[in-house]
Nanobody, 125 residues
Framework: VQLVESGGGLVQPGGSLRLSCAAS????????MGWFRQAPGKEREGVSC????????YYADSVKGRFTISRDNAKNTLYLQMNSLKPEDTATYYC???????????????????WGQGTQVTVSS
């Protein structure tokens, strides 16, 4: 099983980034997927999740209206479009896969079966 994130980097406040997560080694289309982030000295935060079909999504209040989660089941790839980035969005971002259903509510990190290694996002001028 592999989840490989990409697309992180340094961006100025107000800028945008699109993260990708390439999945392999499991039946991607049967898993809900999520994005988490962790900043130095802070607890891991659930950012967003999406159901296996892509119909249902959840967003943390801190990113609602700025971030958009999506998935391409033909390419086994998960995305996170991040707009209007703020310095407080600086963190390592992780994608994860869960058999739990993302039905618009937060799915606890403990329910995720597979995790990626993370990609760094730094928002700074």
């Amino acid at each position: 099983v592999q989840l490989v994130e990409s697309g992180g980097g340094l961006v100025q406040p107000g800028g945008s980034l699109r993260l990708s997560c390439a999945a392999s080694g499991f039946t991607y289309t049967t898993y809900s997927m999520g994005w988490f982030r962790q900043a130095p000295g802070k607890e891991r935060e659930g950012v967003s999740c999406i159901s296996y079909s892509g119909i249902s999504t959840y967003y943390a209040d801190s990113v609602k209206g700025r971030f958009t989660i999506s998935r391409d089941n033909a390419k086994n790839t998960l995305y996170l479009q991040m707009n209007s980035l703020k310095p407080e969005d600086t963190a390592t971002y992780y994608c994860a896969a869960t058999l739990a259903y993302c039905d618009g509510e937060y799915v606890e990190a403990a329910q995720y079966n597979y995790w990626g290694q993370g990609t760094q996002v730094t928002v700074s001028s």
